[in-house]
Structure formats: C-alpha cells, structure tokens
C-alpha cells in the first residue's frame, strides 16, 4: 500500500558530478492523497470484515470453537477488532504529532497526546477498570438512582467531550476547507451516536428506557428468530448487534479522522523533504 504511494527520485547535486563523485541524495516524496485514500479504503474493508466475521463466526457459531470465538467477537476488549480500534488511534496520535512538529501548534501537541491516552486507554481498558474501581469503593445504588447506565460515562465522558468539542473546534479552523470539514463533523456525529448507543447498552433489563426489550415485547417473533438462528433470547441478539454497530461507528469514525489527517499533514508538509546522503 505505501509502496504506491512512495516515489524514490534521484537528486544531483548543484554541481556536476564528476566520475569520483557521482550524483548524491536520495528523495522520497509521498503522494499524500493516494496514501490517505488507501489508509481509509483499508480500515474501512477491515471494519466490514470484523462485522462478518463477528455475525458468521462469532455469533452465527460457523466455527464453534470459543478460542477463535472470542477473537472474533466485536463487542469483547481483547478481539481483534479492539486491537485494530486501538493501534489505530494510536496511529491517529502519531500523524498529530507529524503534523505539530511541522505546524508548531500546540493544538496538534494537545490532541496528540490526547489520542496517544486513549489508545493506551482502549488497550488496557482503563476507564472501565477505573469506573469499576469507583462502583467497588463507592455506593452503586446511589449512583443509579440519577444514572442508570454505565459508571465511566459520569467519569470519564465529561471530559471526553470536552476534547470533542476542542478537536472539532481547532481542525475546523485550521483544515480550512469544506470537504474536510465535512468529513470531520461525520466523525463526530458517528462518534456521539456510538455513544448514545453505549448508554442504552449500560441500562438494566427492568429499566423503562431499555429499547431492547420494548423492541422484543412489540415484535414477539424476534424471539422465535433469535432462538433459531443464534440459539439465544432476542434481546441478548439486539445487545450483541447494538454493540457491534457502536463499535463499527467508532472504529469509522477514527478511519475518516485518520483520513483528514493524513490528508492535512500533506498540506502542511508540502515543502517538507527528506534526504538521505
């Protein structure tokens, strides 16, 4: 894929060379729009196949051994879909820290380190150990009775949102143009619907607001389907499929971040050389 997009050229020196001395320096030069293109076509590919993938052999049980179930399962921390939703943030931390030490804005320097927390976060699943931690030490009940989903939104989504609100404010101002600009609201949007999704996947069974079970009592042969095509209760089906869906949407959302990025690291690195001899 990089390969494509790398070109080696030969650089002569200013003066001519000479038979003792021939032509010095090598120059890569990266075709920074097919690079970002196949970036996003890639993760993209590779979202759609950890969907597959989940629906035919995690759920579906094509292959009902649970080693490779577990791999494969899309809504569990140690699959290999989190593996990829994290390297690829941490990819996304890295190209802000290109971009800043071209830019010099430290804008790019806040959000790298940012994106760099939150890959280390989606690796060792810090925030929800840390809300864990909370409800051990902390009264649970208490808690629930003004917020009945899960212990990490209170903690962890106020400033998580904050940064949101700082990305998109930054990019929108340094990408300057109207089709990044766009690309990076449909992150945010699909970021704060992997979310919303999040907190109706928190709720308890009993809880009013369980869309799950309100789906399941209004359309009864969903459970005669679940039943025969997973061998489990349909809510258990839609909890499973709404946490693949969430997933999908976060990992996308980073794919086109990623793509905007890459895309402006090449605006602002266009005079930007590297040599070697």
Sequence with gaps: MASAALRVVSQSSEEPPTVAEPATGV??????????SRVLLFCLAAQVAFVLLDYHINYGRLIDVGAMRR??????EDGLASWFASTQTLLIGLTLLAIYAVDRSRGYLILAVAFLYMAVDDGAQLHERFSSTFDAMADRSTLAAWFPSYTWHVLFLPPFAALGLYLLGFLWRKLGRTRPRLLLVTAMVSLATAVALDFFEGLEEEHPRNVYAAAVSRYPSLDAWSERRFGTAAEETLRHFSKSIEETLEMGAMSILWFVLLGHLGSVARDVRLRSG
């Design 27 to 36: 120059e890569l030069r990266v075709d920074w729009r097919r690079l970002s």
């Design 71 to 76: 791999l494969l399962n899309i809504a569990r």
